[in-house]
């Protein structure tokens, strides 16, 4: 057997992954563990978690692959502020100490740390992208895209894979960056960069694309093969410690947003403008891919992959026939990659392709919790429960969603990814015109503009959604069927901004974005059966085979991993139940929880 360890850290999301004879045998990102979300250090736990997983320890390993070249992104940085000097020089007296003690050194801190003593492989940062997109997609071939903030010195480039080969064909090179674009679009909104840039686009349908104009003529020199400069006048992550600067606040009228302030219309316009152009980009990106290349197929990873409105515009484009898009396109993905391009590539193993069958099989790679560990667990801290047999415990629970009770969903492994596919997930009633805002301030604490998405049979997933195709990573919105669609009245159709948020739109109110969209899933059997089934026991006692799915965390922090987690996140919110394998809690009969009773004051919202 051949063992590969694959890690990614030092810029967000760090995480590792265990490949044994070119198969996944674990993957998680470290914030799992840390509790810290986009935990950026280096994975100790992800990696333990891995190890124990494949039953091994470091001496076990053949391989060790890093996800980029840190002495290539050290060029970078000492380039970039040198080209900027002396107005860099408080962000290189920040940044130096850490790279010259610790993130220089990547190949000691792997012996040290994992006590690896044998071959490491560096590849490129958008080498590991792209690998982390071919080379589990269901494509003997196709065309490749990544986009991101920047790995090295690259932000975006595309080639085409091919078997076990992948090849780069070309490139655009930091400081241009439709990822720092973004960024720097989330930093001025008064959101987190690296974090919420989702956000953004949540709330781009409740503004008007009116500095679409703007930020062609000012901020972005687009051509018609989607390369791009942008006028870093405007910016200021090359040299300072922000995203933006004066010129930008005098471009759209004063300051940035302050965090947690009131989001004005002006934060909405300037989402969807800047939603539109990213589409845009996306758009004309790929279109020139697939002259260039001529292959039917593409495949998709870097953190812009995760705007799954872009995807889904690629995707009803019609250019290619089919899309395939990372579930872990950030950062994390790269550990996955790495340790799949030194499989296929490195050591030039073949690759095998089912037909209409991606080799991520759910991306259910994490920690796995069996009723023995869960019941002893509760046993111990004293907490009223019940099991259940697995058809009762489906029946009860499709009954208390069909009654618009929300409950925590802990079964299986977690899912590796940033998305919740139905392991560690928040579910409810789609049917339900208050689901959306009862999750957003009682359960997720969290923006109540944000969107929910639907979970959705696969088999009856064109009856809801006009998509044509399976979604299972979540990766992709598509438009709710007119028939299922609710007309606004006069008074409502004149309404702007978040007052939009509360009018019901469909027969499934709860995941119907307020332009008519969802970000769909979809669940078979065969990828996880429990949840299918439960989806489908909710089916027939309602009708309805969509449910609503968020992730099993609030604001602020990572989903949860062990039932432990998802135990403390029940109890510190609205939840009414909690379904741990087969053991069912009702919030009403738990005692109060020890801890901080100011806790929530964290996560109080206007």
């Known amino acids: 057997m051949t063992r590969i360890l694959g890690i990614s850290a030092y810029y967000h999301d760090s995480a590792a992954c265990l490949l044994v004879d070119g198969e996944v045998t674990a993957a998680a990102q470290e914030e799992r563990f840390s509790r810290k979300k986009h935990d950026p250090r280096f994975p100790h736990g992800a990696i333990n978690y891995c190890l124990k997983e494949g039953g091994i320890t470091a001496e076990g390993l053949d391989f060790v692959a890093f996800y980029d070249k840190p002495f290539l992104k050290f060029e970078r940085l000492l380039e970039t502020y040198l080209a900027y000097v002396p107005r860099g020089l408080v962000s290189f007296l920040t940044s130096m100490p850490v790279w010259l003690k610790q993130k220089l050194w990547i190949s000691e801190q792997i012996r040290k740390e994992v006590g690896f003593k044998g071959k490491m492989v560096f590849p490129e940062h958008h080498e590991s992208h792209a690998a982390s997109a071919f080379y589990p997609s269901p494509f003997k071939r196709a065309a490749f895209v990544t986009m991101d903030g920047v790995g090295e010195w690259t932000t975006t480039s595309y080639g085409v894979g091919s078997d076990n080969e992948i090849r780069i064909l070309s490139e655009i090179h930091f400081p241009h960056s439709l990822g720092m674009l973004y960024s720097a679009f989330t930093y001025y909104t008064g959101f987190k960069v690296n974090s919420a840039e989702y956000k953004v686009m949540g709330l781009a349908p409740y503004g008007e694309p009116k500095y679409v104009q703007t930020i062609l003529d000012e901020l972005l020199d687009l051509k018609e093969d989607g390369s791009f400069r942008m006028n870093m006048k405007y910016f200021n992550y090359c040299a300072g410690l922000t995203m933006t600067n004066g010129h930008f606040d005098r471009l759209f009228g004063g300051a940035p947003r302050k965090p947690e302030s009131l989001v004005t219309q002006r934060e909405m316009d300037l989402a969807r403008s800047l939603q539109e152009v990213t589409e845009e980009v996306m758009l004309r990106v790929v279109r020139h891919v697939k002259k260039e290349t001529g292959e039917r197929f593409l495949c998709l990873a870097g953190g812009v992959a ?301």
């Open 306 to 606: 995760l705007n799954c409105v872009g995807n889904g515009k690629i995707l009803r484009s019609g250019i290619y026939d089919d899309i395939w898009i990372q579930p872990g396109a950030g950062d994390a993905g790269g550990a996955l990659g790495a340790a799949l391009l030194t499989w296929h590539q490195y050591l030039g193993k073949e690759r095998q392709v089912e037909e209409n069958k991606d080799k991520q099989r759910g991306s259910f790679y994490g920690p796995h919790f069996s009723n023995e560990e869960i019941e002893m667990f509760l046993q111990e801290r004293n907490i009223p429960h019940r099991k259940l047999e697995d058809d009762e415990l489906l029946d009860t629970v499709a009954e208390l969603l069909a009654s618009e009770k929300v409950v925590g969903w802990f079964q299986g492994r977690m899912e590796f990814g940033p998305r919740a596919l139905g392991a560690r997930s928040i579910i409810g009633d789609a049917r339900s015109s208050k689901m959306q805002s009862v999750m957003n301030l009682k359960i997720k604490y969290r923006e109540s503009f944000r969107p929910f998405a639907p979970t959705v049979l696969e088999e009856e997933v064109s009856d809801y959604f006009e998509i044509d195709r399976k979604s299972p990573y979540m990766l992709l919105v598509a438009p709710v069927r007119k028939d299922i669609r609710r007309e606004m009245e006069a008074t409502e159709r004149k309404l702007f901004g978040i007052d939009k948020l509360n009018v019901v739109r469909s027969t499934i109110p709860a995941v119907t974005h307020v332009d008519y969209s969802a970000r769909v899933q979809t669940v078979n059997r065969q990828d996880n059966p429990r949840y299918h089934d439960l989806i489908e026991k909710f089916r027939e006692k309602t009708g309805c085979p969509v449910i609503i799915n968020t992730s099993f965390n609030v604001r602020g922090e990572p989903i949860v991993c062990s039932p432990e987690d998802a135990y403390t996140c029940f109890m510190r919110t609205q939840m009414d139940y909690l379904v741990l394998e087969n053991f069912l809690l009702d919030k009403k009969e738990q005692p109060e929880l020890e801890e901080d009773k100011d806790w929530r004051k964290e996560f109080e919202l206007d």
